[in-house]
């Protein structure tokens, strides 16, 4: 039978990136009273700011929620009971290069970041609809985008957080809830059953928040401390994909190991000759 390739709706598509690319234009111009919300978590003081970027960045998640919901069921071969497996790269997408243009002074580099996100946005909601149909052709393709893209914004996070240098408590939650959840999407990618990969997912996220943890404590710059945080998580999600498809012999153990203490030897010296 003579297949023919499905692609998402250039209409949803267009309107669906066009009212996020608003969305970032109106923080730089949203001028909200600040509110500082804070709370005492075991004897110590947190607080965060609640601004118009910080509004706007949840508009954008609204919008993702949404939006990839109506983008994902509109697939013909669309057959699961919930959308929500789909929603975490693009939000994850969506959030992170709104911080990352918020921090982006005014000028020709923000417009061409905004260009960036525009096609980022674009090639993963794209790539999201290709991976529903299990028998697509192009399945595998958008599967890698999918994996390149998410470790490229596990990357952007993990330098983020160090860079808005807010308390270990904090950073450590976000990273670790936003790890566990790009993990999650990586493991089902790779069709592990979505409970296992959840709680793969879980211990992953749980790693990359003690790694943050500790190095919020270490004088190194923001992209060392990004290019740190990289090796656990690359090496848990590696484990966990290896282990939930049944390939996790000693083999496998000593590549990563080897990687691993590589990559951590790698990350140290960038880390630590950036930070000087």
Do not use: K
């Amino acid at each position: 039978m003579h297949w023919v390739r499905r692609l998402p709706s250039r209409d949803q598509l267009s309107v669906l990136t066009a009212t996020i690319l608003l969305a970032y234009a109106l923080m730089r111009f949203l001028n909200l009273p600040v509110r500082v919300v804070s709370a005492t978590v075991f004897g110590s003081a947190l607080g965060f700011e609640l601004s118009g970027p910080v509004l706007m960045l949840a508009l954008v998640a609204a919008l993702i929620s949404t939006g990839s919901d109506t983008l994902i069921r509109s697939h013909p071969r669309f057959a699961a009971r919930t959308t929500a497996l789909h929603w975490i790269l693009p939000g994850a997408t969506a959030l992170v290069l709104g911080a990352a243009l918020n921090r982006t002074p005014n000028g020709p580099v923000w417009l061409l970041e905004l260009g960036l996100s525009a096609l980022a946005l674009i090639v993963v909601f794209i790539a999201e609809y290709i991976v529903v149909d299990m028998h697509d052709p192009a399945r595998e393709a958008a599967a890698l985008v999918l994996t390149a893209l998410a470790y490229a914004l596990a990357l952007i996070l993990f330098v983020l957080l160090r860079s808005l240098g807010a308390r270990a408590a904090i950073s450590a939650t976000t990273g670790g809830a936003v790890a566990a959840g790009i993990a999650w999407r990586l493991l089902v990618l790779r069709e592990a059953p979505m409970g296992r990969a959840a709680l793969y997912a879980a211990l992953v996220g749980l790693i990359c928040a003690e790694s943050t943890w500790a190095l919020n404590y270490w004088r190194v710059s923001p992209s060392g401390a990004g290019v740190l945080s990289m090796v656990p998580f690359y090496i848990s999600v590696g484990l966990s994909q290896q282990h939930l498809a049944g390939r996790l012999t000693r083999r496998i153990w000593i590549e990563f190991a080897v990687v691993g203490t590589v990559g951590l030897m790698i990350a140290l010296l960038y880390a630590f000759e950036r930070g000087q």
